[in-house]
């Protein structure tokens, strides 16, 4: 039960290589999330703000689920290390949340703060590039429209899978697709899917940010399907991000995927899970054009209410 309220979340021993805030100007290391961009992306937003909080069942629900996911992701075989915990201090700043098999580092940025937090990652898919520079150009657009982070807190990590990017390749360098390496029911053993659920850094990495952030809301970002998928309660989610991007809503991309993201966070976990498949290639100012509203959709499209 300790595990249920993010201030009381255990930390394994800290390892300085598992954890580092990263200035904006740090030479030497491949950066995808400062490029083009010299300035501290400190946002201060004031504290202490309401909860819209809904009450009632889908409250209790949702308190449980997060003890679920604390216990589910806190078992992952051979995970190493951790994120640590965020001071309200180190909101806005960028941070390295774990490196992957080859020693490249995996950054995310914490912006805002609040009773909820949200998830977005990209590029789990080293072939499905878009994601990246989306992600990276959607918190520059936070920065200028922080009143759409209202009371909440948002996690961006634009690259969980480095080492696939820079080789092309959908696998990580180990050849194992990581969206089917997470610990779901429906997990199926093949050289492809790893050794064992969760048997990827990479895996173990985003692992260990649902741990730590206990997000309430994930998106994550693939090529080129070009649709708004969903897995979980997340229906009416997709729908208004269907809307706002003109593509389509499916509630499923045709064929199965066992130890998907999908599969462990919104089938098993519960937690609203949203897959934006990307058209295939658009020129990246087009693709924010496009895909703005749908991203805007995801942080303020209200939680179903249930409980009322
Ligand atoms: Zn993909």
């Known amino acids: ?72 992701t806190g078992v992952a075989p051979g995970c190493a290390g951790t994120a640590g915990d965020l001071t309200p201090d180190e909101s806005g700043l960028e941070k390295v949340f774990a490196y992957s098999t080859e020693g490249r580092p995996i950054r995310g940025i914490v912006l805002g703060e ?3 937090t949200y998830l977005c990652f990209g590029v789990i898919h080293g072939n499905e590039p878009a994601g990246g520079p989306l992600l990276e150009r959607f918190v520059k657009h936070i920065e200028g429209r922080p009143d759409i982070i209202d009371g909440k807190r948002v996690v961006v990590v634009p690259v969980l899978n ?9 696998t990580n360098s180990r050849g194992v697709d990581l969206n089917r390496n997470f610990p779901s029911r429906n997990w199926t053993p093949s050289p492809r899917h790893g050794d064992a659920p969760a048997s ?19 998106l994550s970002i693939h090529s080129p399907l070009q649709c708004v998928n969903f897995d979980g309660p997340a229906e009416e989610i997709a729908r208004h991000m269907a809307r706002a991007s003109g593509l389509p809503l499916r509630s499923s991309i045709g064929y199965e995927t066992p130890g998907s993201l999908g599969s462990y966070a919104g089938d098993d976990l519960l937690v609203p899970t949203i897959t934006l498949e990307l058209p295939k290639s658009a020129d990246g100012r087009e693709l924010w054009r496009r895909i703005a509203g749908a991203l805007e959709e995801f942080l303020t499209t209200p939680e179903p209410v249930t409980g009322k």
């Open 162 to 170: 480095p080492d696939g990017l820079e080789r092309n390749s959908r």
């Open 1 to 72: 039960m300790l595990f249920a309220h993010r201030a009381l979340a255990p930390l394994e021993p800290l390892l300085s290589s598992e954890l580092s805030i990263i200035p904006r100007d740090s030479p030497g290391i491949q950066d995808h999330l400062s490029r083009g961009s010299e300035k501290t992306l400190k946002i201060g937003l004031p504290g202490g703000r309401s909860r819209n909080d809904p009450g009632g069942v889908l409250h209790l629900l949702r308190s449980l689920l997060k003890i679920t996911l604390a216990f589910a």
């Open 200 to 218: 990827e850094r990479e895996t173990r990495a985003l692992l260990r940010i649902l741990r730590q952030f206990q997000p309430t809301r994930i």
């Open 114 to 116: 609040g009773p909820e």
